[in-house]
């Protein structure tokens, strides 16, 4: 069973770019499957932002496309999300998660990253 | 893109009793593709159901699943004070690929 720990900064200015690492433990990066990032802004639902294989393909979300890049480490066994240009409305708590069968089976604590000057 | 809608918004019932919750599809959706997931407050979703009806690993036999199609219905046979929480339905598309309904908040009555 995987483990998975979200980190990275808890605040952003706006314009600026939020960096979040995934770190996995339990089992390898490199198991085949895919690895997804999810936000929920506060009091709201939930939204996939995208996912990356161990080979390093990638889906995003259409509506974040423009501004998402999801990397792998291989090395260090975690995954890595980038969004840049963010306002307030990015702000959210963020997720990593392991993706199953169709599904999203393990999900990381989660972390609150704002958005603010 | 596929939209999903959880009805009702919210759900009041006491301990004991069954609830019912909904979710439906703007499109048809592989009954290999509809998920659902328990998340309580200031904690991450749990993965409940998956496969419209193949419970996850540790889920208790009380919650059940069904549907096809457009429709989709998860159910909780006899509530217990740990089921009330928020729940979600998700499907499994082409872009994006993962999509989740608004929610149903289930709270005690």
């Known amino acids: 069973q995987f483990q998975l720990k979200e980190s990275g900064p808890g605040l952003v200015k706006p314009s600026g770019t939020l960096s979040l690492t995934c770190a996995v433990s339990g089992g390898s990066i490199s198991s085949g499957n895919w690895w997804s990032w999810v936000r929920q802004p506060p009091g709201k639902g939930l939204e996939w932002i995208g996912e990356?294989?161990?080979?390093?393909?990638?889906n995003y979300n259409p509506s974040l496309k423009s501004r998402v890049t999801i990397s792998v480490d291989k090395s260090k066994n975690q995954f890595s999300l980038t969004l840049t240009s963010v306002t307030a409305a990015d702000t959210a708590v963020y997720y990593c998660a392991h993706n199953g069968r169709w599904c999203l089976e393990y999900w990381g604590q989660g972390s609150l990253v704002a958005v603010s000057s | 893109e596929i939209v999903l809608t959880q009805s009702p918004g919210t759900l009041s019932l006491s301990p004991g009793e069954r609830a019912t919750l909904s979710c439906r599809a703007s499109q048809s959706v592989s009954s290999n593709y509809l998920a659902w997931y328990q998340q309580k407050p200031g904690q991450a979703p749990r993965l409940l159901i998956f496969?419209?009806?193949s419970r996850a690993t540790g889920i208790p036999d009380r919650f059940s699943a069904s549907g096809s199609g457009t429709d989709f219905t998860l159910t909780i046979s006899r509530l217990e004070p740990e089921d009330f929480a928020l729940y979600y339905c998700?499907?499994?598309?082409?872009?994006?690929?993962?999509?989740f309904g608004q929610g149903t908040r289930l709270e005690i009555k």
């Open positions: 990356i294989q161990h080979s390093g393909s990638t």
């Open positions: 998700q499907q499994y598309g082409n872009s994006p690929m993962y999509t």
């Open positions: 496969g419209t009806s």
